[in-house]
């Protein structure tokens, strides 16, 4: 099995596939669960949907195919593979694959795995919304996505996608003293948001995970020498705690924009957001937590901890939209997502593949003797 489960992970990682380039690798991966017992079939998007076993309960498991964009080449170096989607997330999806396709092998589990390979999760999560539109009938979630072996993650923050431009009059470059200038004007606003004290803005010795936080991700304007800027578009990546709502926090912002637009009468403001997703935590007593917990302590021989983090996964939209026990979990360091130095550590897949495993079986157990009612 551990032979076939790393040449999975390397098949899949040696194709490249950033957001919206997700074809090649759905075939060859639609192709390999055919192969290891899956009932394939791709919906109108492109996610890769497999369905191993039968009963009850189904237990719903989500990765993505996608990664960010930069080809990283496939290394292999002693006990690692490097490579783009080494952790975010073909090791995850990889590891969800080869358990859930073990599983099936068993004649004592009793139950079924849905297992979905997204596409877009980098992007726009089209992949996991045109799921749920769809409709996905499980009683469990897990979401393949790098908490460590050791950890599994309990809690995500929100995210507002904001883009604002600035507009100014604008005049000869030669006379910047009689213009406002829409570059320097939109990042004079910026400063205003990063440093605004009306909501908690990020101390670094206060937990980052109960923060909101703001990044300035792209700032263009200006056309030609010779003429002082008279537009200026900047995006904003704005982070936010369990505590509030996006639109809470974008109310703060919406504050912060009018005073800057009282004092700067002659600069036009406008704010779009291009998208939010919700804060989402999950329940800890949730029998998913307990077994996925109990199942890394067996696995590994040592307890697990449950994660909070600063990032946003798809967890947070299906948690949102489905009462549900629900987790995010998988092998590798999330601290190398996106990275150039992005590798995953082969014994950390290998034990992650017995900890999803030890999961789906018990959680099957444990659900047809009926001791989960009333508890999710
Ligand atoms: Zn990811």
Redesign the pocket.
């Known amino acids: 099995m551990q032979e076939q489960a790393v040449r999975l992970l390397t098949n899949l990682l040696g194709i490249y596939s950033p957001s919206g380039k997700e074809g090649d690798i759905a075939n060859f991966l639609a192709e390999e669960m055919k192969k290891l017992g899956f009932q394939v079939g791709t919906d109108a998007l492109g996610n890769v949907i497999g369905v191993v076993g039968e009963g009850e309960p189904t237990i719903f498991l989500c990765g993505?195919m996608d990664t960010v964009a930069g080809h990283l080449p496939l290394r292999v170096e002693e006990d690692k593979i490097f490579a783009r989607g080494a952790v975010?997330?073909k090791g995850p999806l990889a590891a969800m694959v080869m358990a859930a396709a073990e599983v099936a092998k068993e004649h004592t589990f009793k139950g079924k795995v849905l297992l979905a390979s997204v596409v877009e999760?980098?992007a726009t999560s089209r992949g996991v919304r045109h799921m749920i539109t769809q409709g996905i009938h499980s009683d469990y979630a897990i979401f393949g996505?790098p908490s460590g072996v050791q950890n599994v993650t309990v809690g995500y923050k929100g995210q507002i996608q904001l883009r604002i431009v600035c507009k100014t009059e604008t005049g000869h470059a030669s006379t910047p003293w009689l213009y406002d200038n829409a570059l320097e004007k939109a990042y004079e606003l910026w400063e205003q948001i990063k440093n605004a004290s009306s909501y908690p803005s990020l101390d670094p010795s206060a937990n980052p995970y109960n923060a909101v936080t703001a990044c300035l991700v792209k700032i263009v304007g200006g056309r030609a020498t010779s003429v002082v800027p008279f537009e200026a578009e900047m995006n904003l990546d704005v982070r936010v705690p369990i505590q509030f709502s996006t639109a809470q926090v974008f109310e703060q912002i919406e504050k912060i924009i009018s005073k800057y637009q009282a004092a700067n009468l002659k600069v036009s403001v406008k704010a779009t957001v291009l998208d939010t997703v919700e804060p989402f935590e999950v329940n800890k007593a949730s029998p998913l937590v307990h077994v996925l917990s109990s199942s890394v302590r067996k696995v590994l021989n040592k307890p697990a901890t449950l994660l909070h983090k600063t990032g946003t996964g798809d967890m947070n939209i299906l948690g949102k939209a489905m009462n549900l026990p629900i987790v995010t979990y998988g092998p590798g360091d999330s601290h190398l997502d996106h990275t150039l130095d992005e590798h995953i550590v082969i014994s950390e897949y290998l034990a992650s593949i017995q900890v999803y495993k030890e999961t789906l079986m018990k959680l099957a157990e444990l659900h047809s003797r009926n001791e989960f009612r009333n508890e999710s």
Request: charged share 65%.
């Open positions: 993505h975010d997330a999760e980098e996505e």
